[in-house]
């Protein structure tokens, strides 16, 4: 199963988001951008919020648990969820854990919204691939690699800091492991 999920979680992600673009670039033939970013909202925003209140608290209460960092029952550490930010030493799940995805999402259909809609008028887009060498052929497949490449590296200049792995689970998952073998 270690296998698999290594396997898979090297293409699903960037899958998922990749579906998400498409679905992007359909719904905004039928939109205009007040309508399309309501309908984001309603799909990622208010899932995301449930999930940061509903799911999220038993999470992060578990994890307090079974490290050592809280002592009692969920109730007693349910006002306590609301101290700090998680992944900052805190306990609220600002981000919704695994339904990190829903924000980002939001955030990358909130900031692409003018570039593609610029793209889509008058098939924009197909002219900017013809004036760009770098985007056609076999090169157009190398560009996403590379820009991948660029800001996984300027991501792990500060470890600490932005590249913080603790949001992707390897920190957490490299600690478990690390106990295990002990």
């Excluded at 399309?36 to 909202?41: I, M, S, V």
């Excluded at 608290?57 to 930010?85: K, N």
């Excluded at 805190?90 to 692409?112: D, I, K, P, T, V």
């Excluded at 996403?144 to 996984?152: A, D, K, L, W």
Aim: proline share 5%; charged share 15%.
């Amino acid at each position: 199963m270690t296998l698999f999920a290594r396997i898979v979680e090297l293409w699903g992600m960037p899958l998922l988001f990749v579906l998400a673009a498409v679905a992007m670039s359909f719904s905004l033939t039928t939109r205009d951008n007040r309508h399309f970013l309501a309908e984001r909202f309603k799909r990622l925003i208010i899932p995301l919020i449930l999930g940061i209140f509903l799911l999220s608290p038993p999470q992060v209460y578990i994890e307090r648990i079974t490290h050592a960092q809280f002592t009692g029952s969920f109730w007693q550490f349910l006002p306590h969820y609301f101290d700090g930010w998680w992944g900052f030493g805190g306990n609220f799940a600002w981000m919704g854990l695994h339904l990190w995805f829903l924000l980002m999402l939001f955030l990358f259909s909130l900031m692409m919204l003018p570039l593609f809609r610029y793209l889509k008028q008058a098939n924009r887009a197909c002219v900017v691939v013809q004036k760009l060498p770098l985007l056609q052929g076999e090169t157009f497949l190398v560009v996403p690699v590379v820009c991948t490449g660029i800001i996984e590296a300027l991501v792990n200049l500060q470890p600490d800091g932005v590249g913080m792995r603790v949001f992707g689970m390897k920190a957490r998952e490299k600690r478990t492991l690390q106990v295990s073998h002990s």
